[in-house]
Nanobody, 121 residues
């Protein structure tokens, strides 16, 4: 089994910054990609940013230039630095990790529990 622990959400004023963290642990043989998704009330979950182990990175158009995804491969941890936050960024943010587990060597896709980010004055 693979466990993801997220942290770093909270309440921030418009224009402010937050940094989210997600640490993966458990029966991980290798990680293919790590990313962040978000879901606002009444909306579908959407991709925010994703990065493969090869370094390919994608961002949602709405966050490009404001958010930065990064990884600490030694710690199996992914970060999301969020700057210039606005009210439209208010959502529950979920970490997603895809990889290969052991001993079965089957692929997995695991989700974090979600962390609330609220942008409000």
């Amino acid at each position: 089994q693979v466990q993801l622990v997220e942290s770093g959400g909270g309440l921030v004023q418009p224009g402010g910054s937050l940094r989210l963290s997600c640490a993966a642990s458990g029966s991980i043989l290798r990680i293919y990609a790590m990313g962040w998704y978000r879901q606002a009330p009444g909306k579908q979950r959407e991709l925010v940013a994703d990065q493969t182990s090869g370094g390919t990175t994608v961002y949602a158009a709405s966050v490009k230039g404001r958010f930065t995804i990064s990884r600490d491969n030694a710690k199996n941890t992914v970060y999301l630095q969020m700057n210039s936050l606005n009210s439209e960024d208010t959502a529950v943010y979920y970490c997603n990790v895809r990889g290969q587990g052991y001993p079965t060597q089957g692929d997995f896709s695991s989700w974090g529990q979600g962390t609330q980010v609220t942008v409000s004055s």
